[in-house]
């Protein structure tokens, strides 16, 4: 018999006390906040993809696809209760090739590699029966389901331009396949109709006036009341780059246009119905099979998420819960990657009221504000992506009203809630997080290990380590707009 321990070494602890300490203030506007996203922000996605999707000479989905995903794993069904709730979007590139067996829908034809298919996959289909399987496992696992339609049934590939498919969508398979949803009384939170399609689309496309049309014939089968659409910011997953480009503040900053592009299209044309990403991998093509499953894919991840809370973005899926390389979950042992616990954790501490936040300070230091999940306070997260460089934190209230008066200095009673993030060995290559000097590991029943705070004096200030992530909740911060 033995033991196998692992542990989060206090060396570096040490070394992260011996490197540059910068003194920042950081300025919470909490009399009013800039947005709101859904209770249920993060989100995860189940794809279509079969065993043999394969990009730069490997083929990392193995048996995670919606249609092959043994839903009996213990470590599966932990992972997505210890959300309590997760939100899950079921689609991805394949769902425009999938029939509903239903209705007048006798032939169920599994995806096979065809080259001149959508995405080089002949149609596949779902069976009631698997839909079953499905509905019963979100149901146990409390998922708030979001599925992802088939836009191009019905519709033709032209023969004149490559990619563009013409004709009206015909809605006679989704409504069978709503109907026997309702009819067995599964929860559809909701329904996201098409994958890529608009614009120049993503293997597929479809006219921007014919789309309208199909989509006031959705109109016909239940309320349209949003605009979903994807980020890849850091593009093809094997750019031998996508280290750099993680850890480059400038690069991160690039995509806050395309968050504001949509920002000022959904508030000029319907500011009611709100917009969300509902798939975003960082890298396409499955992710990098480097980088996506380790600590350093966070740094990406979790200030995309921060950057789209801002922009008034109501949820955000990543792609994928498990599958490829981008998965929170490993493909073969379900094994939580780092992101996991990241994304965990932001579902329990940050609620839907975000807060605007100004520092003047090194452009490394990455930090957002929100109302705490549960009342009362604000909790934040703290990004530190400089290597050589330790911040330490005050902050200030702002002063609401008139900008000229001076900000209030805040100054706590009570204890700070602290959950600090780094890699185990302190390499950001690691796939393993340390959590308030916790490895992360799944505990032998297969259970998400406990994920306890910190108590930190409120008198000192907050410690950020180089290279690591931090949630801070701080109970007794007055701002009104979290009241």
Partial sequence: ????????????????????????????????SIAKTDDNFVCVTLDWWPAEKCDYNQCPWGKAGI?????????????????????????????????????????????????????????????????????RFFNHTGVKLTFGLNALYGRNESQTEKGLWIGDWQPQNTRDFMQYTISKGYKVDSYEFGNQ??????????????????????KNLGIVDGLTHHIYNLGPGDDPNMMNKILDPSYLNQVSQTYKGVSDVVNKFRPQIGASVSESGGAFNGGSKDVSRTFADGFWYLDQMGMASTYDQKVFCRQALI??????????????????????????????????????????????????????????????????????????????????????????????????????????????????????????????????????????????????????TIRDFEAPACV
């Fill in 1 to 32: 018999m033995y033991f196998k321990f692992t542990f989060c070494p206090i060396i570096l602890l040490l070394w992260a006390s011996l490197s540059f300490a910068q003194n920042v203030n950081i300025v919470i506007h909490g009399a009013a």
């Fill in 323 to 472: 599958g490829g390389n981008y998965g929170l979950l490993n493909s073969s042992t379900f094994v939580p990657n780092p992101d996991y616990y990241g994304a965990l954790l932001w579902h329990r501490l940050m609620g839907s009221i975000v807060l605007a936040v100004a520092k003047e300070s090194d452009p490394n230091l990455r930090v957002y504000a929100h109302c705490a999940k549960k009342k009362p306070g604000v909790s934040l997260i703290f990004i530190n992506l400089s290597k050589d460089r330790s911040f330490n934190i005050t902050l200030s209230n702002a002063k609401p009203g008139d900008a000229g008066k001076p900000n209030y200095e805040f100054v706590g009673k009570q204890n700070r809630e602290e959950y600090h993030l780094r890699a185990l060995t302190g390499d950001i290559k690691d796939d393993i997080v340390c959590l308030n000097d916790v490895p992360m590991v799944q505990t032998d029943s297969e259970d998400i290990p406990a994920m306890d705070l910190k108590l930190v004096d409120a008198s000192k200030p907050i410690s950020i380590a180089a290279q690591s992530i931090a949630y801070v």
């Fill in 197 to 218: 399609l608009s614009g120049s689309g993503m293997g597929a496309k479809v006219d921007a006036k014919q789309y309208g049309k199909d989509v006031i014939m959705l």
């Fill in 67 to 135: 249609l092959n995903l043994d839903l009996r794993y213990g470590a599966l069904i932990n992972a997505i209760k210890a959300f309590n709730p997760l939100r899950i979007k079921v689609g991805g590139s394949l769902q425009d090739n999938v029939v509903y067996k239903v209705g007048e829908v006798s032939s169920c034809p599994n995806f096979m590699k065809r080259e001149d298919g959508l995405f080089g996959f002949s149609q596949g289909c779902l069976s009631m029966e698997r839909w079953d399987q499905l509905n």
